[in-house]
């Protein structure tokens, strides 16, 4: 196991002691000074496996899982007979392995190495060292479009680092892609072998009296806290930050003595405000207040601080301030599946639909996302829950609905979702009415289809020819189709600059 440094929290206490109470001999690796640990267990230096010097980490999230997963593969090739475990996986019995191998399924299509046993001639792990033994390798995974992109970044003397690339890059997406390519896959075990709880169900082992018996079978070896949520979750939901005694984890604290309230988990730093020029005030009219004020109010992405898409929309969408408006808006909040979170990812607010609720007091505003928001009340919001991958998807979420003044598309981005839904949704658009796509420029490697033609080409086809053109003929018919019906195409670059990429796409309907 490795902690990098820093005091253990009972959490990593708890599933460090386990495999001590289990019989195994257990070596945890640090970097840095680090306290807390439980008795009985050999500390060694991280340095002898990993040098620390230019530690990776994933760019948008800080977090070392690079530097980790390296870590891991190293260990492996340099020791026999060793399984590495996250510190967030408790053992329920010994683990044992007649091949060497010991991995498991975490869903139906990754396996993932929070545990990880791969024999030292394992063509996996060769394959895995080579892989990572390049910043700038190109995973083959993603599908054809991606590594063409990352090719084109390198010929341009701009290689693409992995910590620039989706999250899990090296660890469960190379490792399943490399279990499969060599044939090593058949070892991995079902997923209620190592993960019987998955990540939606994570909640579960905090509910007191719960039956563990639907999940935890008598051949599961471990289970699997998902740490940085659960922590998370433990500090902002439970009371003191400590898991009820009758709950799953609260039942294995007891047994293995660990006292939650000598080993607390850290609460969060508050991160410093960034530094930003202040910004020139903004006049209250008559007509009301700026929305760039109420985007930065909430905390939008759409405001100043990122995409100034405010800007636009408070020019577009002055004159029906007053009136009842009937909007959509797809994708409510960041982080979710295109960035490689779950889409039952737990959801604490809605920026941009607190902001559409004030800037338009009489409007009743929907929102569609793939994730849940349904916690979120007020009596002029309505939610639905849509996975946008199948267009009969949006047409079932939608139902009946349809006369909308106005529709944004701020969902994965990914080229098909938006294109599947401005075909089912602009029919459904008021005359007159207003169709917003927005990032055009950013398609997630998790959802882009192969060979599709980007919407920001797709738009401009249009522009330049008064027709769409498209890699699929039965896509650009039915945008064809539409031409009738659109008054004008807008397609505005990256903070509104000449010579910047294609960001946004405003379409008005006849």
Not at 105 to 121: A, F, I, K, Q, Y
Not at 287 to 293: E, I, Q, R, S
Not at 390 to 416: K, Q, V, W, Y
């Amino acid at each position: 196991m490795l902690w990098v440094e820093g005091p253990l929290s009972y959490l990593e206490q708890l599933c460090i002691a386990s495999f001590r109470d289990a019989g195994h001999p257990v070596r945890l690796y640090t970097y840095g000074e680090v306290t807390r640990i439980p008795e009985g267990i050999e500390v060694a230096p991280a340095d002898e496996i990993l040098p620390r010097t230019n530690f990776l980490k994933h760019e948008r999230t800080g977090s070392p899982a690079l530097h980790s997963d390296l870590f891991r593969y190293r260990l492996l090739a340099e020791h026999d007979n060793m399984i590495w475990a996250d510190t967030d996986a408790y053992c329920m019995r010994p683990f044992e392995t007649a091949t060497g191998h010991f991995h498991g399924w975490e869903s139906d299509t990754h396996v993932n190495g929070g545990v990880l046993g791969l024999p030292r001639d394992s063509e996996t792990l060769r394959a895995l060292l080579e892989f990572t033994s390049d910043e700038f390798a190109i995973p083959e995974w993603y599908g054809p479009d991606y590594a063409a992109e990352l090719r084109a970044a390198a010929d341009r003397g701009t290689p693409v680092h992995a910590g620039e690339m989706p999250w899990g890059v090296w660890g469960p997406h190379a490792l399943t892609h490399f279990l499969t390519k060599t044939g090593e896959i058949r070892h991995s075990l079902p997923r209620h072998a190592l993960y019987p709880f998955s990540f939606k169900q994570r909640r579960m082992m905090l509910k007191p009296g719960l039956d563990t018996a639907d999940f935890i079978r008598p051949d599961t070896f471990s289970v699997h806290f998902y740490g940085r949520r659960m922590r998370k979750r433990l500090i902002e939901k439970e009371t003191g930050g400590v898991p009820h005694p009758q709950s799953l984890i609260g039942r294995l604290l007891t047994r293995h003595g660990i006292d939650p309230e000598a080993a607390p988990i850290p609460r969060p730093k508050e991160p410093p405000p960034p530094e930003r020029p202040e910004p020139l005030p903004r006049k209250t009219t008559a007509a009301g207040v700026n929305l760039t004020d109420l985007a930065d109010k909430y905390g939008s992405d759409k405001g100043s601080s990122k995409h100034r898409y405010s800007e636009l929309y408070n020019m577009l969408f002055h004159p029906y301030r007053g009136r009842a408006v009937k909007f959509l808006e797809m994708g409510l909040f960041i982080g979710g599946p295109e960035h490689g979170v779950s889409a039952d990812r737990e959801t604490t607010d809605l920026p941009s639909v607190r902001m559409w609720l004030e800037f338009f007091p009489k409007g009743r505003i929907f929102g569609l996302d793939v994730s849940d928001f349904s916690w979120f009340k007020d009596p002029r919001f309505t939610f639905l829950r849509c996975d946008m991958d199948r267009r009969e998807n949006i047409a079932t979420a939608l139902g009946d609905e349809d006369g909308f003044d106005i529709i944004i598309d701020d969902a994965s981005h990914a080229s098909h979702h938006q294109q599947f839904a401005f075909l089912e949704l602009f029919p459904r658009l008021k005359p007159g009415g207003l169709y917003i796509i927005e990032d055009l420029r950013c398609q997630p490697a998790t959802y882009e289809r192969p060979g599709i033609t980007k919407t920001a080409d797709l738009f401009q086809s249009y522009l330049q020819d008064r027709a769409f053109r498209h890699s699929d003929p039965a896509i650009a018919a039915e945008f064809n189709a539409l031409r009738p019906d659109l008054s004008g195409v807008f397609v505005h670059q990256v903070h509104y600059l000449k010579g910047k990429k294609d960001q946004v796409a405003v379409i008005h309907k006849r």
